[in-house]
């Protein structure tokens, strides 16, 4: 069977299964600041990642989160939840949860940054060799999308295999730790941590 690489969209959102204690009088304004140091970083991982993409340069979201590190935390998580449960008005209600939603996902992707890291600038510097020619990695999609010859097009694909398989090492990794950092936020599995916050079926 071939080994394709895979990118996991991680769109989940993860709440506490605790109880919440009553909301603080401090503690919207406490959200509205965690908000703001939300989207500086948005900015920096965006511009980032487009930096590797677009130029090859190299990934370091991981330094990133770490300057970041107060802000996905269980606490923080408690905090909106806290907040959005003693709101009244509903569109400040459904701002909180589309929040809640971020910091639960950003919770999991910091963990799993210096894997995807490495993904990025794997990605960014391999390269694979076909008629005697080495290519960037990023660049055999369009020349297989736009190679006529079909048995060019099959030897373009399967020159991407070592490349692939390294890079479905470390997709294996991060689906590992998808798997357990659910668990730490009390759901049997990541998919199940899927279906019962995204509120519907997978299937």
């Not at 996991?8 to 109880?19: N, R, W």
């Not at 948005?42 to 993409?53: D, G, H, T």
């Amino acid at each position: 069977m071939r080994r394709h690489s895979f990118l996991p969209c991680v769109c989940l959102i993860a709440l506490p299964l605790s109880a919440c204690a009553p909301e603080q009088p401090k503690e919207p304004q406490q959200v509205d600041s965690l908000r703001l140091q939300a989207e500086d970083l948005i900015k920096a991982q965006s511009l980032m990642a487009w930096n590797s993409w677009a130029f090859g340069a190299r990934s370091n979201q991981d330094s990133l989160y770490k300057a970041n590190a107060g802000l996905f935390t269980l606490e923080n998580i408690r905090l909106v939840q806290r907040v959005e449960q003693a709101g009244t008005n509903a569109v400040q209600k459904k701002r909180l949860r589309y929040f809640l939603r971020y910091l639960a996902t950003e919770f999991i992707s910091k963990q799993n940054a210096p894997l995807t890291d490495k993904v990025s600038n794997l990605e960014a510097t391999a390269t694979v060799t076909f008629d005697g020619k080495s290519i960037p990695f990023r660049e055999v999609s369009s020349l297989i999308a736009n190679e006529k010859n079909q048995k060019r097009r099959a030897g373009l694909y399967i020159a991407l295999d070592p490349v692939l398989d390294s890079l479905n090492t470390l997709h294996r990794q991060i689906e590992q730790n998808n798997q357990r950092l659910a668990q730490e936020l009390g759901f049997p599995s990541y998919n199940q941590m899927a279906q019962e916050l995204k509120g519907f079926s997978l299937s």
